[in-house]
């Protein structure tokens, strides 16, 4: 038998024992690289997601502190002018401010990598944060009151890993990361702001004259609420300390006659002195007179429109009230571009109109007259705001809602009205009538009576720029807006 020609070369079996155990070395090996693959995937997938997650935190954190400056009328007092300027210290003066714990409990019910973060809340003067008052705004300089900002910081200083942990047999700094995100809002109030205005949605159609009732002190001519050639705030500051506009209460009452036409508003005749240039029938408390806006007739104008059981909430008016007017925008400053409709008749019985809109918007029972949200100071005379929830609210009647008298930090009661200048037009019976809107005033329901008089607080005020070069969009009048840089 020939040989091969290709012969495999003989090993002896003293070679073949040093191979023992290559295979478990090459998979151990192997088996190294696979988790330090796991590791990069899984471990730093799940910090990006929780660097997404604490960026959320922080946003939401700074639009709450935010709102809660705008919603307790601190741009209504710019240069802290109440006596003994508190009012700022009130609102944002150190970690345990209504601001502060209002974004610190938003940014902690946003969990970074299922553990609740550490927050910290700073505030600055300007949309550039050039002056920082730290945690405590009183220090932040008079240009605070202008243009507060919040800035919120989240981390979670021992976010787990997972697969990594192998590392820390060699590096105990693996065995945990920390994730940090910040955010920045803004509460813009135009009032003096130059070429910047306010153009909002979702505004109540009640257009009031430029005239402040002052809690019914005035009695021949009254401040204008703001300045129609700056937009400036003629009564800053808190009424209950010095006498200022923010805190304000009153009654708006329709300047049409309750025995004219079931669908026209006859304007009242009797003499008067203040609130613009028509006249009016004064009731006995103080009061402000509005008209009814002209709103779109057409049927997706109001959105947001809850059911209201034993309420009639229909036609563009009714529901611009009871729900969120998105078509109609109020464009502050600009001459003559809204209207008054006087072919609506906002009191006259079977509709109603105001007072069934006003009571489905604020969950008022028509029958007690309760079971709205309460402003705490048309309660208890303190400053600054607190809402409690009324037995009516709908967080509160649903299964495992809140309870009645919770303090929230919203309120279907907070909505904008426009103010127009009641000095430079006459209004005449017919309509529509083009009007120019100077401001708007930032107003909590406290009630609305069964002859569809409203009962309203002051939060905030805001004035327009005559001539408004750069125009913002919102559903509030004094918006709170993140102006972190993408």
Not at 96 to 125: C, E, K
Not at 255 to 261: E, K, L, R
Not at 366 to 381: E, N, R
């Amino acid at each position: 038998m020939l040989r091969p020609l290709i012969q495999r070369p003989g090993r002896s079996a003293r070679y073949r024992v040093r191979e023992h155990g290559v295979t478990l070395a090459l998979v151990a090996l192997a088996m190294v690289a696979i988790i330090s693959m796991a590791a990069l995937s899984i471990d730093i997938g799940t910090l990006y997601q929780a660097s997404a997650e604490a960026q959320r935190a922080a946003d939401a954190a700074a639009l709450a502190g935010a709102r809660m400056v705008s919603m307790s009328g601190l741009t209504g007092d710019p240069t802290n002018a109440a006596p003994g300027t508190v009012s700022w210290s009130e609102i944002c003066g150190g970690p345990g401010s209504p601001a502060s714990l209002a974004a610190i409990a938003m940014a902690r019910q946003n969990t970074v990598g299922g553990l609740a973060p550490t927050v910290s809340v700073t505030y600055s003067a300007g949309s550039a944060a050039a002056t920082s008052g730290g945690n405590d705004c009183t220090g932040a300089g008079t240009n605070f009151g202008i243009n507060p900002v919040v800035t919120v910081k989240v981390q979670q200083p021992n976010l787990p890993t997972f697969f990594a942990h192998i590392f820390g047999l060699f590096n105990k700094n693996w065995n945990a990361v920390s994730i940090s995100a910040t955010a920045s809002a803004e509460a813009f109030n135009s009032s003096n702001a130059g070429s910047y205005a306010v153009w909002p949605r979702c505004v109540k159609p009640w257009i009031v004259p430029n005239s402040d009732p002052n809690n019914g002190t005035c009695t021949t001519t009254c401040t204008p609420f703001v300045d129609t050639t700056t937009g400036a705030i003629l009564r800053p500051g808190i009424q209950a300390d010095g006498g200022g506009v923010i805190g304000e209460t009153f009654w708006l009452v329709a300047d049409c006659q309750t025995g004219g036409s079931p669908n026209v508003c006859t304007l009242n005749t009797a003499p008067k002195a203040n609130y613009g240039t028509y006249t009016y029938t004064p009731p006995p408390t103080a009061n402000l007179q509005y008209l009814p806006s002209l709103v779109s007739s057409s049927s997706t104008a109001s959105t947001a429109i809850p059911a209201c059981t034993g309420l009639r909430v229909s036609g563009s008016y009714a529901q611009a009230i009871a729900g969120c007017d998105q078509t109609t925008q109020y464009q502050c400053g600009n001459l003559l571009a809204n209207a008054v409709d006087l072919t609506e008749n906002p009191i006259h019985p079977p509709g109603d109109d105001t007072q069934n809109g006003t009571q489905c918007l604020i969950h008022e029972d028509p029958s007690s007259l309760a079971g709205q949200d309460i402003l705490m100071p048309a309660v208890a005379g303190t400053y600054p705001f607190q809402i409690q929830a009324g037995t009516n609210n709908p967080m509160v009647l649903a299964t495992g809602g809140l309870t009645s008298n919770t303090l929230i930090t919203s309120s279907t009661s907070i909505v904008s009205l426009p103010i127009y200048d009641s000095a430079a037009t006459t209004i005449a019976q017919g309509g529509p009538y083009a009007v120019t809107i100077v401001g708007f005033l930032q107003v909590f329901i406290n009630q609305v009576d069964n002859n569809g008089n409203v009962q309203v607080t002051v939060m905030n005020v805001t004035g327009c720029a005559p001539s408004p070069g750069t125009t913002f969009n919102g559903t509030s009048s004094v918006p709170a807006r993140l102006i972190t840089a993408p």
